[in-house]
């Protein structure tokens, strides 16, 4: 498979097994912009809201996105569905909740090893995380139950074995 680059004054061709494909330079400034906040929330330890604030003004200011546009990409049903699981959890710990269910939990899984505990966080929290997730992408995205069963389970799987795996080494786990 041969790949060529040509660049010209407006824009970077390819071409790929005959096919031309055009990237704009406002595709070149998307890419800057996603790498760079990428770049300054690991190197700097920033905020990763902060340096994506950072990566969308870039992005205005060189006029690769409006700001009609950029507030015409704003999900904000989504918006919607985090705050109000932020106000949920507030409220679960205001009202003694998350305590009470700690209370009935505690005589169950209180006294297991600690990697067991950690399967057991681990599960509870990607239950509750898949249903949030399925929530929010379920409309936004146009995914179907098949793409999770192809995608997501897959990749729960390795990052529980590899976390799994990796606490087991732990000296305090053992």
């Known amino acids: 498979m041969k790949f060529k680059l040509l660049v010209c004054s407006e824009s970077v061709l390819s071409s790929e097994e005959g096919k031309l494909i055009q990237h704009t330079r406002k595709s070149f400034y998307r890419f800057i912009a996603f790498i760079t906040?990428?770049?300054?929330?690991?190197?700097?330890?920033?905020?990763?809201?902060?340096?994506?604030?950072?990566?969308?003004?870039?992005?205005?200011?060189?006029?690769?996105?409006?700001?009609?546009?950029?507030?015409?990409?704003?999900?904000?049903?989504?918006?919607?569905?985090?705050?109000?699981?932020?106000a949920i959890g507030k409220a679960l710990t205001n009202t003694g909740t998350a305590a009470f269910v700690a209370r009935i939990l505690e005589p169950f899984i209180g006294g297991l090893h600690p990697l067991l505990l950690l399967i057991f966080v681990f599960l509870i929290t990607n239950f509750f995380t898949t249903i949030i997730t399925n929530t929010m992408v379920y409309g936004t995205g146009g995914y179907r139950f098949r793409d999770f069963i192809k995608f997501r389970y897959p990749l729960i799987i390795i990052v529980m074995r590899t976390g799994f795996i990796s606490a087991s080494t732990w000296d305090f786990l053992l």
């Open 37 to 86: 906040t990428i770049l300054l929330a690991l190197i700097f330890k920033l905020n990763i809201l902060h340096t994506d604030l950072i990566g969308v003004a870039f992005m205005l200011v060189t006029n690769t996105i409006q700001i009609k546009e950029a507030l015409s990409m704003i999900e904000y049903k989504t918006i919607i569905l985090i705050s109000t699981s932020f």
